[in-house]
T-cell receptor, first 114, second 118 residues
């Protein structure tokens, strides 16, 4: 089946620390991979995506590389800011019968302290 | 361009009451989705639609009904609300096949509706 597993939170870091949020997946077929971010009281926003193996998605200093050999899509940022505090969701999308179904991880809450 | 909007933002219901959540998108997207978000469980798909006049069940459809009479609107109905339906509900939309390989297409989310059933 298809599923996404991401590290449990919360993750608490000091400003300017290095961030890694682990994400692994299982999929039948060739998924596209996404990271979404949810700020308090808001809906999910796309942070970055990768559509094939070895692709690197990047946005706002965040990066993630589609690793088919390890079925992973870990999110990284070199220096976090207080404004990065949010919940991060890893997701995969599979096309099936002309429909792209999304599978979301359970989310990882990030708290960044000044 | 408002993107995806949802009404209402908050609602409190008593057990057994009914209500309809409205989702609207102005991006001419083919696909629309309703999710619920519960603590520690991520997002679970309730129902979805691949075009005007079509709907289909997702992972957790029981207790909900949907309609897509117009391409831009996707309604979620609760006929007889139960406390187990207390949740945050998110609507989303995506391009669908018209945007190329559908798996590449991101979903755009609304701001959510926080529903409490007493």
């Amino acid at each position: 089946g298809n599923s996404v597993t991401q590290m449990e939170g919360p993750v608490t870091l000091s400003e300017e620390a290095f961030l890694t949020i682990n994400c692994t997946y299982t999929a039948t077929g060739y998924p596209s991979l996404f990271w979404y971010v949810q700020y308090p009281g808001e809906g999910l926003q796309l942070l970055l995506k990768a559509t094939k193996a070895d692709d690197k998605g990047s946005n706002k200093g965040f990066e993630a590389t589609y690793r088919k050999e390890t079925t992973s899509f870990h999110l990284e940022k070199g220096s976090v800011q207080v404004s990065d505090s949010a919940v991060y969701f890893c997701a995969l999308s599979i096309s099936r019968y002309n429909f792209n179904k999304f599978y979301f991880g359970s989310g990882t809450k990030l708290n960044v302290k000044p | 361009n408002a993107g995806v909007t949802q009404t209402p933002k908050f609602r409190v219901l008593k057990t057994g009451q009914s209500m309809t959540l409205l989702c609207a998108q102005d991006m001419n997207h083919e696909y629309m989705y309703w999710y619920r978000q519960d603590p520690g469980m991520g997002l679970r798909l309730i129902h979805y639609s691949v075009g005007e006049g079509t709907t289909a069940k997702g992972e957790v459809p029981d207790g909900y009904n949907v309609s897509r009479l117009k391409k831009q609107n996707f309604l979620l109905g609760l006929e007889s609300a139960a406390p187990s339906q207390t949740s945050v509900y998110f609507c989303a939309s995506s391009l669908g096949l018209a945007g190329g390989k559908s798996s590449y297409n991101e979903q755009f989310f609304g701001p959510g509706t926080r529903l409490t059933v007493l």
